[in-house]
Protein backbone atom coordinates (compact mmCIF):
# COMPACT_ATOMS: atom_id res chain seq x y z
CA UNK A 1 0.00 0.00 0.00
CA UNK A 2 1.60 3.32 -0.78
CA UNK A 3 2.35 6.10 1.95
CA UNK A 4 -0.58 9.22 1.19
CA UNK A 5 1.44 12.03 1.13
CA UNK A 6 -0.69 14.57 2.56
CA UNK A 7 0.93 17.69 1.23
CA UNK A 8 0.18 17.13 -1.92
CA UNK A 9 -2.66 19.61 -3.10
CA UNK A 10 -1.74 19.83 -6.59
CA UNK A 11 -4.18 18.16 -8.93
CA UNK A 12 -1.75 16.56 -10.72
CA UNK A 13 0.07 15.24 -7.65
CA UNK A 14 -3.47 14.38 -5.80
CA UNK A 15 -4.83 12.33 -9.53
CA UNK A 16 -1.58 10.91 -9.53
CA UNK A 17 -1.63 9.32 -5.82
CA UNK A 18 -5.39 8.01 -6.56
CA UNK A 19 -4.08 5.76 -9.17
CA UNK A 20 -1.05 4.47 -6.85
CA UNK A 21 -3.68 3.38 -4.48
CA UNK A 22 -5.98 1.48 -6.89
CA UNK A 23 -2.91 -0.04 -8.80
CA UNK A 24 -1.99 -1.08 -5.19
CA UNK A 25 -5.16 -2.37 -4.47
CA UNK A 26 -5.95 -6.29 -5.42
CA UNK A 27 -9.62 -5.55 -6.51
CA UNK A 28 -8.11 -3.32 -9.07
CA UNK A 29 -5.45 -5.45 -10.82
CA UNK A 30 -7.23 -5.53 -14.09
CA UNK A 31 -8.15 -2.10 -14.62
CA UNK A 32 -6.89 0.10 -17.67
CA UNK A 33 -6.65 3.10 -15.68
CA UNK A 34 -5.49 4.83 -18.68
CA UNK A 35 -8.83 4.10 -20.19
CA UNK A 36 -11.57 6.90 -21.04
CA UNK A 37 -13.89 5.69 -18.12
CA UNK A 38 -11.77 4.98 -15.16
CA UNK A 39 -9.29 8.10 -15.65
CA UNK A 40 -12.84 9.92 -15.90
CA UNK A 41 -13.37 8.93 -12.73
CA UNK A 42 -10.03 9.59 -11.27
CA UNK A 43 -10.29 13.03 -12.48
CA UNK A 44 -13.73 13.73 -10.69
CA UNK A 45 -12.21 12.31 -7.52
CA UNK A 46 -9.24 14.27 -7.63
CA UNK A 47 -11.30 17.76 -8.38
CA UNK A 48 -13.22 17.07 -5.85
CA UNK A 49 -9.88 16.73 -3.79
CA UNK A 50 -8.26 19.67 -4.98
CA UNK A 51 -11.10 21.98 -4.62
CA UNK A 52 -11.81 20.45 -1.03
CA UNK A 53 -7.97 20.93 -0.35
CA UNK A 54 -7.85 24.66 -1.95
CA UNK A 55 -10.96 25.78 0.46
CA UNK A 56 -9.44 24.49 3.36
CA UNK A 57 -6.21 26.24 2.54
CA UNK A 58 -8.24 29.71 2.34
CA UNK A 59 -10.23 29.09 5.32
CA UNK A 60 -6.73 28.60 7.48
CA UNK A 61 -5.42 31.82 5.28
CA UNK A 62 -8.47 33.53 6.33
CA UNK A 63 -7.58 32.85 9.96
CA UNK A 64 -4.90 34.92 10.20
CA UNK A 65 -4.04 38.72 9.75
CA UNK A 66 -0.52 38.77 8.11
CA UNK A 67 -1.97 35.92 5.57
CA UNK A 68 -6.10 36.78 5.10
CA UNK A 69 -6.61 38.84 1.93
CA UNK A 70 -10.44 39.21 1.89
CA UNK A 71 -11.02 42.52 3.64
CA UNK A 72 -13.75 41.63 5.80
CA UNK A 73 -11.84 39.26 7.21
CA UNK A 74 -8.89 41.31 7.53
CA UNK A 75 -10.89 44.12 9.53
CA UNK A 76 -12.35 41.51 11.75
CA UNK A 77 -8.48 40.23 12.58
CA UNK A 78 -7.79 44.06 13.29
CA UNK A 79 -10.92 44.75 15.61
CA UNK A 80 -9.91 41.72 17.40
CA UNK A 81 -6.84 43.45 18.67
CA UNK A 82 -8.39 47.02 19.20
CA UNK A 83 -7.30 48.56 15.57
CA UNK A 84 -10.08 50.42 13.37
CA UNK A 85 -9.35 50.95 10.04
CA UNK A 86 -8.86 54.63 9.20
CA UNK A 87 -11.79 55.75 7.37
CA UNK A 88 -12.29 58.64 4.10
CA UNK A 89 -11.03 61.77 4.91
CA UNK A 90 -12.83 64.52 3.89
CA UNK A 91 -10.26 67.72 2.41
CA UNK A 92 -10.23 70.60 4.48
CA UNK A 93 -10.31 74.06 3.73
CA UNK A 94 -10.19 77.25 5.00
CA UNK A 95 -11.91 79.74 4.24
CA UNK A 96 -13.26 83.80 5.30
CA UNK A 97 -16.53 85.76 4.30
CA UNK A 98 -18.68 88.19 5.35
CA UNK A 99 -22.71 87.82 5.35
CA UNK A 100 -24.19 91.27 5.48
CA UNK A 101 -27.55 91.67 5.93
CA UNK A 102 -30.28 94.26 7.42
CA UNK A 103 -31.97 93.35 11.08
CA UNK A 104 -31.95 93.12 14.26
CA UNK A 105 -30.41 89.73 14.98
CA UNK A 106 -27.35 90.30 17.34
CA UNK A 107 -26.15 86.86 16.07
CA UNK A 108 -25.96 84.86 12.88
CA UNK A 109 -25.58 81.00 12.96
CA UNK A 110 -24.42 79.19 10.10
CA UNK A 111 -26.31 75.46 9.77
CA UNK A 112 -24.48 72.71 9.69
CA UNK A 113 -24.49 70.92 6.13
CA UNK A 114 -23.90 72.90 2.84
CA UNK A 115 -21.60 75.98 2.97
CA UNK A 116 -19.71 76.42 -0.17
CA UNK A 117 -19.18 74.67 -3.55
CA UNK A 118 -15.39 74.40 -4.64
CA UNK A 119 -13.69 74.18 -7.92
CA UNK A 120 -11.20 72.25 -9.14
CA UNK A 121 -9.85 71.82 -12.62
CA UNK A 122 -13.58 71.98 -14.41
CA UNK A 123 -14.86 69.91 -11.48
CA UNK A 124 -17.29 71.11 -8.53
CA UNK A 125 -16.81 69.67 -5.53
CA UNK A 126 -19.48 70.31 -2.29
CA UNK A 127 -18.01 71.69 1.25
CA UNK A 128 -19.63 71.47 4.79
CA UNK A 129 -19.44 72.12 7.90
CA UNK A 130 -20.98 69.07 10.87
CA UNK A 131 -21.79 71.83 13.44
CA UNK A 132 -24.01 74.77 13.27
CA UNK A 133 -21.89 77.85 13.96
CA UNK A 134 -22.68 81.26 15.27
CA UNK A 135 -21.01 84.65 15.35
CA UNK A 136 -21.63 88.18 16.11
CA UNK A 137 -23.13 90.58 14.18
CA UNK A 138 -22.53 94.22 15.12
CA UNK A 139 -24.06 97.12 13.58
CA UNK A 140 -22.62 98.93 10.84
CA UNK A 141 -21.48 102.45 11.94
CA UNK A 142 -22.84 103.62 8.59
CA UNK A 143 -25.93 102.09 8.60
CA UNK A 144 -29.08 104.82 7.05
CA UNK A 145 -31.68 102.97 9.29
CA UNK A 146 -32.09 102.58 12.75
CA UNK A 147 -35.27 100.52 12.75
CA UNK A 148 -33.94 97.81 10.51
CA UNK A 149 -29.81 98.55 10.33
CA UNK A 150 -27.44 97.29 8.34
CA UNK A 151 -25.49 94.64 10.38
CA UNK A 152 -22.10 92.36 9.17
CA UNK A 153 -21.07 88.79 10.70
CA UNK A 154 -17.96 88.00 10.00
CA UNK A 155 -16.69 84.08 9.71
CA UNK A 156 -13.03 83.86 9.87
CA UNK A 157 -10.73 80.87 9.37
CA UNK A 158 -13.74 78.67 8.94
CA UNK A 159 -13.01 74.69 8.59
CA UNK A 160 -15.10 73.39 5.46
CA UNK A 161 -14.86 69.84 4.82
CA UNK A 162 -15.22 68.69 1.55
CA UNK A 163 -18.75 66.20 1.06
CA UNK A 164 -22.36 66.06 1.69
CA UNK A 165 -23.57 65.87 5.35
CA UNK A 166 -26.18 63.50 5.76
CA UNK A 167 -28.51 62.14 8.28
CA UNK A 168 -29.77 59.26 9.36
CA UNK A 169 -31.94 58.16 12.54
CA UNK A 170 -32.58 55.19 14.24
CA UNK A 171 -35.04 54.15 16.98
CA UNK A 172 -34.19 51.52 20.00
CA UNK A 173 -36.36 48.51 19.73
CA UNK A 174 -34.89 46.82 22.97
CA UNK A 175 -33.86 43.78 20.72
CA UNK A 176 -30.16 43.01 22.15
CA UNK A 177 -29.63 41.60 18.11
CA UNK A 178 -30.42 45.05 16.81
CA UNK A 179 -27.49 47.08 15.20
CA UNK A 180 -27.41 50.39 14.40
CA UNK A 181 -25.46 50.49 10.66
CA UNK A 182 -24.91 53.50 8.30
CA UNK A 183 -24.83 51.87 5.30
CA UNK A 184 -22.61 54.23 3.28
CA UNK A 185 -18.76 53.43 2.26
CA UNK A 186 -17.85 57.01 2.02
CA UNK A 187 -18.60 58.28 5.43
CA UNK A 188 -15.23 60.16 7.13
CA UNK A 189 -15.96 58.70 10.54
CA UNK A 190 -14.64 62.02 12.37
CA UNK A 191 -17.41 63.88 10.98
CA UNK A 192 -19.76 61.61 13.02
CA UNK A 193 -22.23 63.29 15.62
CA UNK A 194 -24.66 61.19 17.55
CA UNK A 195 -27.84 62.86 19.35
CA UNK A 196 -29.84 60.49 21.54
CA UNK A 197 -33.33 61.74 22.62
CA UNK A 198 -35.18 59.64 25.43
CA UNK A 199 -38.73 58.57 24.73
CA UNK A 200 -40.61 61.69 25.74
CA UNK A 201 -37.59 64.36 25.82
CA UNK A 202 -37.55 67.22 23.62
CA UNK A 203 -33.59 67.53 23.21
CA UNK A 204 -31.60 65.35 22.69
CA UNK A 205 -28.29 64.68 23.98
CA UNK A 206 -24.57 64.50 22.06
CA UNK A 207 -22.73 61.47 22.57
CA UNK A 208 -18.70 60.81 22.18
CA UNK A 209 -17.12 58.74 20.10
CA UNK A 210 -14.42 56.75 23.14
CA UNK A 211 -10.85 57.58 22.59
CA UNK A 212 -10.35 56.81 26.07
CA UNK A 213 -11.04 54.62 28.75
CA UNK A 214 -10.00 56.52 31.71
CA UNK A 215 -13.25 57.87 34.01
CA UNK A 216 -15.83 55.73 31.93
CA UNK A 217 -18.48 54.58 33.81
CA UNK A 218 -22.40 53.49 33.58
CA UNK A 219 -23.42 57.29 32.96
CA UNK A 220 -20.94 58.32 30.30
CA UNK A 221 -22.81 59.17 26.92
CA UNK A 222 -20.50 57.45 24.78
CA UNK A 223 -20.02 55.47 21.59
CA UNK A 224 -18.03 53.45 19.54
CA UNK A 225 -17.11 52.99 16.28
CA UNK A 226 -16.50 49.60 13.77
CA UNK A 227 -15.97 48.62 10.01
CA UNK A 228 -18.59 45.97 8.87
CA UNK A 229 -19.16 44.53 5.52
CA UNK A 230 -18.90 46.56 2.23
CA UNK A 231 -17.02 49.38 3.89
CA UNK A 232 -20.03 50.55 6.18
CA UNK A 233 -19.72 51.49 9.81
CA UNK A 234 -21.67 50.29 12.66
CA UNK A 235 -22.69 52.38 15.93
CA UNK A 236 -21.87 50.24 19.28
CA UNK A 237 -23.16 51.75 22.98
CA UNK A 238 -22.37 50.90 26.34
CA UNK A 239 -24.23 48.18 27.99
CA UNK A 240 -24.97 50.08 31.30
CA UNK A 241 -21.71 49.16 33.48
CA UNK A 242 -19.40 50.67 30.38
CA UNK A 243 -21.13 53.36 29.01
CA UNK A 244 -24.86 54.68 29.16
CA UNK A 245 -26.86 51.76 27.90
CA UNK A 246 -29.78 52.50 24.96
CA UNK A 247 -33.32 51.99 26.04
CA UNK A 248 -36.51 50.97 24.22
CA UNK A 249 -37.71 54.01 22.25
CA UNK A 250 -34.59 56.19 22.39
CA UNK A 251 -34.39 57.66 19.52
CA UNK A 252 -31.07 57.99 17.60
CA UNK A 253 -30.08 61.12 15.47
CA UNK A 254 -26.33 60.73 13.31
CA UNK A 255 -25.32 63.30 11.33
CA UNK A 256 -22.07 62.38 9.18
CA UNK A 257 -20.19 63.97 6.01
CA UNK A 258 -19.79 61.76 2.59
CA UNK A 259 -16.69 62.43 0.82
CA UNK A 260 -14.73 61.55 -2.34
CA UNK A 261 -11.77 61.50 -0.31
CA UNK A 262 -8.10 62.39 -2.12
CA UNK A 263 -10.07 63.52 -5.03
CA UNK A 264 -11.43 66.58 -3.33
CA UNK A 265 -7.82 68.05 -2.09
CA UNK A 266 -6.58 71.01 -3.78
CA UNK A 267 -9.32 73.05 -4.04
CA UNK A 268 -8.87 76.69 -4.21
CA UNK A 269 -12.00 78.49 -5.81
CA UNK A 270 -14.82 78.52 -3.28
CA UNK A 271 -18.47 79.91 -3.43
CA UNK A 272 -21.11 80.69 -0.92
CA UNK A 273 -24.07 78.27 -0.76
CA UNK A 274 -24.81 78.13 2.85
CA UNK A 275 -27.90 78.67 5.15
CA UNK A 276 -27.84 81.48 7.63
CA UNK A 277 -30.45 82.03 10.13
CA UNK A 278 -31.12 84.46 12.53
CA UNK A 279 -31.24 84.91 16.80
CA UNK A 280 -34.81 83.33 15.99
CA UNK A 281 -33.98 80.40 13.49
CA UNK A 282 -35.38 82.31 10.51
CA UNK A 283 -33.22 82.67 7.16
CA UNK A 284 -31.48 85.43 6.42
CA UNK A 285 -30.43 86.47 2.88
CA UNK A 286 -27.70 88.55 2.34
CA UNK A 287 -27.66 92.35 1.36
CA UNK A 288 -24.56 91.30 -0.76
CA UNK A 289 -23.09 89.01 -2.56
CA UNK A 290 -20.99 86.76 -0.40
CA UNK A 291 -17.13 86.81 -1.58
CA UNK A 292 -15.55 83.93 -0.04
CA UNK A 293 -11.95 84.53 0.40
CA UNK A 294 -9.60 80.88 0.18
CA UNK A 295 -7.08 81.16 3.62
CA UNK A 296 -6.01 77.43 2.88
CA UNK A 297 -6.88 75.23 -0.02
CA UNK A 298 -8.26 72.02 0.84
CA UNK A 299 -6.18 69.46 2.01
CA UNK A 300 -5.88 66.33 3.66
CA UNK A 301 -8.50 64.25 1.39
CA UNK A 302 -7.97 60.47 2.26
CA UNK A 303 -8.93 57.06 0.77
CA UNK A 304 -10.13 54.41 3.12
CA UNK A 305 -7.15 52.40 4.44
CA UNK A 306 -6.23 49.55 2.51
CA UNK A 307 -5.96 45.70 3.41
CA UNK A 308 -1.77 45.79 3.49
CA UNK A 309 -1.76 49.02 5.34
CA UNK A 310 -4.15 47.59 7.82
CA UNK A 311 -2.05 44.43 8.08
CA UNK A 312 1.16 46.65 8.50
CA UNK A 313 -0.65 49.33 11.17
CA UNK A 314 -2.63 47.04 13.39
CA UNK A 315 -0.02 45.08 14.69
CA UNK A 316 2.14 48.03 15.51
CA UNK A 317 -0.34 50.42 16.89
CA UNK A 318 -1.67 47.63 19.40
CA UNK A 319 2.02 46.86 20.22
CA UNK A 320 2.22 51.03 21.26
CA UNK A 321 -1.00 50.25 23.53
CA UNK A 322 -1.98 53.74 21.60
CA UNK A 323 0.92 55.54 23.36
CA UNK A 324 3.98 57.32 21.25
CA UNK A 325 6.98 56.06 23.03
CA UNK A 326 9.17 54.66 20.58
CA UNK A 327 10.41 55.34 17.27
CA UNK A 328 8.24 52.56 16.05
CA UNK A 329 5.35 53.90 18.22
CA UNK A 330 5.48 56.97 16.46
CA UNK A 331 5.86 55.49 12.91
CA UNK A 332 2.71 53.43 12.99
CA UNK A 333 0.70 56.66 14.91
CA UNK A 334 1.69 58.81 12.30
CA UNK A 335 0.54 56.87 9.64
CA UNK A 336 -2.63 56.00 11.25
CA UNK A 337 -3.89 59.66 11.82
CA UNK A 338 -2.18 60.43 8.41
CA UNK A 339 -2.81 58.47 6.01
CA UNK A 340 -0.86 60.26 2.77
CA UNK A 341 2.41 60.17 4.91
CA UNK A 342 5.36 57.91 2.50
CA UNK A 343 8.20 57.94 4.58
CA UNK A 344 8.87 58.59 8.40
CA UNK A 345 11.60 59.74 10.34
CA UNK A 346 11.39 59.85 13.99
CA UNK A 347 14.56 61.25 16.16
CA UNK A 348 14.74 61.08 20.08
CA UNK A 349 16.00 64.62 20.96
CA UNK A 350 18.77 63.43 22.75
CA UNK A 351 20.52 62.29 19.13
CA UNK A 352 20.47 66.03 18.49
CA UNK A 353 23.68 67.88 18.72
CA UNK A 354 22.92 69.56 20.34
CA UNK A 355 20.68 67.78 22.77
CA UNK A 356 17.20 68.55 23.24
CA UNK A 357 15.96 66.40 25.77
CA UNK A 358 11.79 65.77 26.11
CA UNK A 359 11.78 66.32 22.00
CA UNK A 360 10.41 64.07 19.67
CA UNK A 361 11.88 65.39 16.18
CA UNK A 362 9.40 64.06 13.09
CA UNK A 363 10.35 64.12 9.72
CA UNK A 364 7.04 63.37 7.15
CA UNK A 365 7.70 62.97 3.17
CA UNK A 366 4.06 63.00 1.99
CA UNK A 367 2.53 61.29 -1.10
CA UNK A 368 3.02 62.81 -4.52
CA UNK A 369 4.39 66.22 -2.72
CA UNK A 370 7.83 67.44 -0.97
CA UNK A 371 6.91 68.98 1.63
CA UNK A 372 4.27 69.24 4.40
CA UNK A 373 1.89 72.07 4.62
CA UNK A 374 1.72 73.93 7.90
CA UNK A 375 -2.22 73.04 7.95
CA UNK A 376 -1.01 69.27 7.53
CA UNK A 377 1.71 69.86 10.33
CA UNK A 378 -0.59 71.53 12.51
CA UNK A 379 -3.45 68.60 11.97
CA UNK A 380 -0.64 65.75 12.85
CA UNK A 381 0.68 67.54 16.08
CA UNK A 382 -3.20 67.89 17.57
CA UNK A 383 -3.85 64.12 16.59
CA UNK A 384 -0.29 63.24 18.03
CA UNK A 385 -1.48 64.78 21.29
CA UNK A 386 -4.05 61.90 22.28
CA UNK A 387 -1.12 59.27 22.02
CA UNK A 388 1.77 61.53 23.59
CA UNK A 389 2.84 61.02 26.83
CA UNK A 390 3.45 63.48 29.46
CA UNK A 391 6.55 65.66 29.43
CA UNK A 392 7.26 64.86 25.49
CA UNK A 393 7.20 67.81 22.81
CA UNK A 394 6.91 66.74 19.26
CA UNK A 395 8.25 68.52 16.14
CA UNK A 396 7.74 68.57 12.68
CA UNK A 397 10.65 69.07 10.92
CA UNK A 398 11.12 69.90 6.51
CA UNK A 399 12.04 67.43 4.69
CA UNK A 400 15.92 67.36 4.14
CA UNK A 401 16.75 65.55 0.81
CA UNK A 402 20.19 63.85 0.11
CA UNK A 403 20.21 63.39 -3.87
CA UNK A 404 22.56 61.23 -5.49
CA UNK A 405 23.56 62.19 -9.14
CA UNK A 406 25.60 60.22 -11.60
CA UNK A 407 27.93 60.60 -13.93
CA UNK A 408 27.75 57.28 -16.49
CA UNK A 409 29.82 56.60 -18.93
CA UNK A 410 28.06 53.98 -20.77
CA UNK A 411 30.23 51.91 -23.29
CA UNK A 412 28.67 50.29 -26.03
CA UNK A 413 29.23 48.01 -28.91
CA UNK A 414 27.81 49.48 -32.17
CA UNK A 415 27.50 46.02 -34.19
CA UNK A 416 25.11 45.37 -31.65
CA UNK A 417 22.99 48.67 -31.58
CA UNK A 418 23.91 52.04 -33.25
CA UNK A 419 21.40 54.80 -31.86
CA UNK A 420 23.35 56.22 -29.43
CA UNK A 421 20.76 58.53 -28.98
CA UNK A 422 18.04 55.79 -27.88
CA UNK A 423 20.65 53.85 -26.25
CA UNK A 424 21.08 56.95 -23.93
CA UNK A 425 16.95 57.40 -23.25
CA UNK A 426 16.86 53.69 -22.69
CA UNK A 427 19.76 53.86 -19.89
CA UNK A 428 17.80 57.02 -18.25
CA UNK A 429 14.56 55.16 -18.32
CA UNK A 430 15.76 52.66 -16.47
CA UNK A 431 17.59 54.39 -13.62
CA UNK A 432 14.84 56.52 -13.04
CA UNK A 433 12.44 52.97 -12.67
CA UNK A 434 15.92 52.43 -10.62
CA UNK A 435 15.33 55.64 -8.64
CA UNK A 436 11.45 55.45 -7.78
CA UNK A 437 11.94 51.67 -5.78
CA UNK A 438 10.86 51.43 -2.21
CA UNK A 439 14.78 50.39 -1.00
CA UNK A 440 15.75 54.21 -2.13
CA UNK A 441 13.29 57.14 -1.46
CA UNK A 442 12.60 56.52 1.99
CA UNK A 443 14.02 57.96 5.16
CA UNK A 444 17.39 55.08 6.00
CA UNK A 445 16.75 54.22 2.29
CA UNK A 446 20.16 53.06 0.52
CA UNK A 447 21.55 53.85 -2.57
CA UNK A 448 23.60 50.59 -3.34
CA UNK A 449 25.98 50.98 -6.20
CA UNK A 450 26.28 47.32 -7.33
CA UNK A 451 22.69 47.82 -8.34
CA UNK A 452 22.82 51.26 -10.43
CA UNK A 453 26.12 49.31 -12.39
CA UNK A 454 23.82 46.36 -12.93
CA UNK A 455 21.09 48.53 -14.22
CA UNK A 456 22.91 50.51 -16.88
CA UNK A 457 24.67 47.08 -18.33
CA UNK A 458 21.10 45.48 -18.50
CA UNK A 459 19.68 48.22 -19.93
CA UNK A 460 20.65 46.53 -23.76
CA UNK A 461 22.54 44.07 -24.94
CA UNK A 462 25.02 46.70 -26.81
CA UNK A 463 25.98 48.07 -23.92
CA UNK A 464 30.09 45.84 -22.70
CA UNK A 465 30.42 48.02 -19.48
CA UNK A 466 29.73 51.35 -17.85
CA UNK A 467 31.92 53.39 -15.29
CA UNK A 468 30.12 55.52 -13.04
CA UNK A 469 30.87 58.09 -10.69
CA UNK A 470 28.68 59.69 -7.87
CA UNK A 471 28.65 62.86 -6.03
CA UNK A 472 25.52 63.59 -3.49
CA UNK A 473 24.23 66.49 -2.82
CA UNK A 474 22.20 68.93 0.03
CA UNK A 475 20.34 72.39 -1.30
CA UNK A 476 20.30 75.32 0.89
CA UNK A 477 17.63 77.64 1.01
CA UNK A 478 19.48 80.85 1.77
CA UNK A 479 16.93 83.52 3.84
CA UNK A 480 18.11 86.38 1.65
CA UNK A 481 19.32 89.74 2.76
CA UNK A 482 19.49 88.72 6.52
CA UNK A 483 22.48 87.32 8.59
CA UNK A 484 22.05 83.37 8.96
CA UNK A 485 23.89 80.33 9.87
CA UNK A 486 23.29 77.09 8.01
CA UNK A 487 23.91 73.52 8.85
CA UNK A 488 24.28 70.85 5.72
CA UNK A 489 24.08 67.28 7.13
CA UNK A 490 24.68 64.77 4.51
CA UNK A 491 25.04 62.06 6.88
CA UNK A 492 28.02 59.97 4.51
CA UNK A 493 31.55 60.48 4.82
CA UNK A 494 33.42 62.68 2.20
CA UNK A 495 36.11 61.96 -0.26
CA UNK A 496 38.95 63.63 0.58
CA UNK A 497 41.64 65.49 -2.16
CA UNK A 498 44.05 66.87 0.02
CA UNK A 499 44.32 69.58 -2.78
CA UNK A 500 40.81 70.60 -1.92
CA UNK A 501 37.77 71.10 -4.86
CA UNK A 502 35.89 68.28 -2.58
CA UNK A 503 32.93 70.42 -1.88
CA UNK A 504 31.88 72.91 -4.49
CA UNK A 505 28.43 75.33 -5.07
CA UNK A 506 26.66 76.96 -7.19
CA UNK A 507 26.50 80.87 -7.07
CA UNK A 508 25.55 83.33 -4.48
CA UNK A 509 25.83 86.72 -3.99
CA UNK A 510 26.94 89.12 -0.94
CA UNK A 511 26.02 92.23 0.38
CA UNK A 512 28.54 94.30 -0.73
CA UNK A 513 30.13 92.20 -3.75
CA UNK A 514 28.94 92.67 -6.78
CA UNK A 515 30.17 89.20 -8.40
CA UNK A 516 29.55 85.78 -8.11
CA UNK A 517 30.99 83.79 -5.42
CA UNK A 518 31.38 80.05 -4.29
CA UNK A 519 31.57 78.20 -1.52
CA UNK A 520 34.49 76.04 -1.31
CA UNK A 521 37.18 73.58 0.92
CA UNK A 522 40.08 74.09 2.16
CA UNK A 523 41.27 70.60 4.14
CA UNK A 524 43.29 70.50 7.47
CA UNK A 525 46.15 68.25 7.66
CA UNK A 526 44.61 65.71 8.99
CA UNK A 527 42.38 65.65 6.19
CA UNK A 528 39.45 65.07 8.72
CA UNK A 529 38.53 68.44 8.72
CA UNK A 530 38.73 71.56 6.82
CA UNK A 531 37.84 75.44 6.42
CA UNK A 532 34.93 76.57 3.92
CA UNK A 533 35.57 79.15 1.71
CA UNK A 534 34.43 81.85 -0.45
CA UNK A 535 35.84 81.87 -3.68
CA UNK A 536 35.01 83.31 -6.71
CA UNK A 537 36.76 82.91 -10.46
CA UNK A 538 39.15 84.72 -11.32
CA UNK A 539 38.77 87.57 -13.50
CA UNK A 540 41.94 87.00 -16.04
CA UNK A 541 41.45 82.65 -15.85
CA UNK A 542 38.23 81.53 -15.21
CA UNK A 543 39.69 77.96 -14.70
CA UNK A 544 41.39 79.40 -11.50
CA UNK A 545 40.12 80.87 -8.18
CA UNK A 546 40.52 83.72 -5.85
CA UNK A 547 39.91 83.37 -1.62
CA UNK A 548 37.86 86.21 -0.87
CA UNK A 549 36.79 84.69 2.93
CA UNK A 550 39.22 81.66 4.21
CA UNK A 551 37.10 80.82 7.12
CA UNK A 552 33.39 80.70 5.78
CA UNK A 553 32.73 77.83 7.72
CA UNK A 554 33.90 74.41 8.99
CA UNK A 555 33.79 71.19 6.74
CA UNK A 556 33.73 67.46 9.29
CA UNK A 557 34.73 65.28 6.36
CA UNK A 558 34.05 61.93 8.44
CA UNK A 559 30.86 63.19 9.67
CA UNK A 560 29.72 64.52 6.42
CA UNK A 561 28.51 68.04 7.91
CA UNK A 562 29.38 71.50 6.80
CA UNK A 563 28.74 74.66 8.63
CA UNK A 564 28.76 77.62 7.14
CA UNK A 565 28.88 80.82 9.60
CA UNK A 566 26.87 83.92 9.72
CA UNK A 567 26.87 85.36 6.09
CA UNK A 568 23.99 87.80 4.48
CA UNK A 569 23.24 85.91 0.52
CA UNK A 570 21.44 88.21 -1.01
CA UNK A 571 20.82 86.76 -4.45
CA UNK A 572 21.56 83.33 -6.12
CA UNK A 573 22.61 82.21 -9.21
CA UNK A 574 19.67 79.91 -9.40
CA UNK A 575 16.36 81.26 -10.24
CA UNK A 576 14.79 78.65 -7.98
CA UNK A 577 16.90 80.70 -4.74
CA UNK A 578 18.99 77.73 -4.05
CA UNK A 579 22.53 77.30 -3.03
CA UNK A 580 23.54 73.85 -4.47
CA UNK A 581 26.12 72.50 -2.20
CA UNK A 582 27.83 68.67 -3.85
CA UNK A 583 30.57 66.65 -2.16
CA UNK A 584 32.08 63.18 -3.04
CA UNK A 585 31.32 60.41 -0.93
CA UNK A 586 34.03 58.07 0.02
CA UNK A 587 31.77 55.27 -0.59
CA UNK A 588 29.89 54.50 -3.37
CA UNK A 589 26.91 52.76 -1.43
CA UNK A 590 24.95 55.67 -0.08
CA UNK A 591 22.41 56.05 2.97
CA UNK A 592 19.87 58.37 3.99
CA UNK A 593 20.70 58.42 7.90
CA UNK A 594 18.23 59.64 10.31
CA UNK A 595 16.21 62.49 8.70
CA UNK A 596 17.73 62.80 5.01
CA UNK A 597 15.30 61.64 2.65
CA UNK A 598 17.17 59.75 -0.17
CA UNK A 599 16.49 60.30 -3.74
CA UNK A 600 17.92 59.66 -7.14
CA UNK A 601 18.65 63.36 -8.78
CA UNK A 602 18.41 62.03 -12.49
CA UNK A 603 17.68 65.79 -13.89
CA UNK A 604 21.18 66.71 -12.62
CA UNK A 605 22.80 63.36 -13.88
CA UNK A 606 25.21 62.74 -16.77
CA UNK A 607 24.46 59.90 -19.25
CA UNK A 608 27.23 59.50 -22.00
CA UNK A 609 27.45 56.60 -24.13
CA UNK A 610 30.97 56.18 -25.86
CA UNK A 611 31.85 54.13 -28.69
CA UNK A 612 33.65 50.60 -27.48
CA UNK A 613 35.82 50.15 -29.78
CA UNK A 614 37.39 46.97 -28.74
CA UNK A 615 34.10 44.65 -28.99
CA UNK A 616 33.37 46.07 -31.88
CA UNK A 617 36.07 44.99 -33.24
CA UNK A 618 37.86 48.16 -34.49
CA UNK A 619 40.61 48.41 -32.42
CA UNK A 620 41.97 44.97 -31.76
CA UNK A 621 44.76 45.84 -29.79
CA UNK A 622 43.05 48.57 -28.20
CA UNK A 623 45.27 51.06 -29.01
CA UNK A 624 42.71 54.13 -29.36
CA UNK A 625 40.50 52.76 -26.92
CA UNK A 626 38.89 55.66 -24.78
CA UNK A 627 39.12 55.11 -21.37
CA UNK A 628 37.29 57.03 -18.27
CA UNK A 629 38.64 58.05 -14.85
CA UNK A 630 36.12 56.84 -11.78
CA UNK A 631 37.11 59.73 -9.93
CA UNK A 632 35.99 63.08 -9.81
CA UNK A 633 36.26 65.77 -12.33
CA UNK A 634 38.44 68.60 -12.11
CA UNK A 635 36.04 71.40 -12.12
CA UNK A 636 36.13 74.01 -9.88
CA UNK A 637 32.64 75.18 -9.26
CA UNK A 638 29.86 73.24 -9.58
CA UNK A 639 28.19 74.08 -12.87
Do not use: W
Not at 396 to 406: A, Q
Request: charged residues 20%; glycine residues 6%; proline residues 3%.
Amino acid sequence: MPVTKFTNLDFDQIKSQIRDYLRANSNFTDFDYEGSNMSILIDILAYNTYITAFNSNMVVNESFLDSATLRENVVSLARNIGYVPRSRKSSKAIVDFDFKFNGNSNTVTLRKGLVCVGAQDNTSFTFSIPDDISVASPIDANSPSQTNPSRCAKFRNLNIFQGTLLKKTFTANGQKDQRFVLQNSFIDTDSIRVFVTKAGASAGLEYSVLDNITGINEKSNIFLIQEVKDEQYELLFGDGLFGKKIENGDRIEVTYIVTDGVDGNDGKFFSYSGNAVDDSGNPLDSSETVVVKTVQTAKGGGEIEDIDSIKYIAPRIYSSQYRAVTAKDYEAIIQSVFPDAESVSVIGGEELDPPEFGTVVLSIKPRNATFLSDFSKSLILDRLKSYSIAGINQRIIDLKILYVELDVNAYYNPTVFSDTDGLKAQVTNSLNVYGKSTNLNAFGGRFKYSDALSVIDNTNSAITSNITKLTIRRDLKPILNAFTQYELCFGNQFHVNPLGRNIKSTGFKVNGNPNMLYFADIPNEDLKTGNIAVVQLSEIDDTQTSVILKSAGTVDYVKGEIIINTINIVDTERSSGLVEVQAYPESNDIIGLKDLYLQLDMSNSRINIVRDTISSGQQISGIGYKVTSSYSNGTIIRS
